[in-house]
Nanobody
Framework: QVQLVESGGGLVQAGGSLRLSCAASGRTFSTYNMGWFRQSPGKEREFVAA????????LLTPSVKGRFTISRDNPKNTVYLQMNSLQPEDTAVYYC???????????????????WGQGTQVTVSS
């Protein structure tokens, strides 16, 4: 079992930046693949980014490539999402997730993640 707590959300103007953090409890963080997802009102939760257990492989959804970066610090049990050049369409609740199974596969599917944080709101004003 792992608990995930996101932080770093807020209100920012278009073109601005935010860095989200996700702190994980437990001793097995370094064995999990981690992901960031987001959900806007009335829409399904969608994949944003993922990083493998060792941090040497990442996956980004096309709409954020070149703007967002995912990274992790295993000794600190933390995964980050650096978001630059934010746009109003990036407005959503952002969720951190951990995948404990089949970690040799990078997944963008909600169903493949085992643990979820409570989410942090990101609002980008135009």
């Amino acid at each position: 079992q792992v608990q995930l707590v996101e932080s770093g959300g807020g209100l920012v103007q278009a073109g601005g930046s935010l860095r989200l953090s996700c702190a994980a409890s437990g001793r097995t963080f370094s064995t999990y693949n981690m992901g960031w997802f987001r959900q806007s009102p009335g829409k399904e939760r969608e994949f944003v980014a993922a990083i493998n257990w060792s941090g040497d492989n990442t996956l980004l959804t096309p709409s954020v490539k070149g703007r967002f970066t995912i990274s992790r610090d295993n000794p600190k049990n933390t995964v980050y999402l650096q978001m630059n050049s934010l746009q109003p369409e990036d407005t959503a609740v952002y969720y951190c997730a951990a995948r404990a199974r089949s970690v040799w596969i990078m997944s963008a599917r909600v169903i493949d993640y085992d643990y979820w944080g409570q989410g942090t709101q990101v609002t980008v004003s135009s």
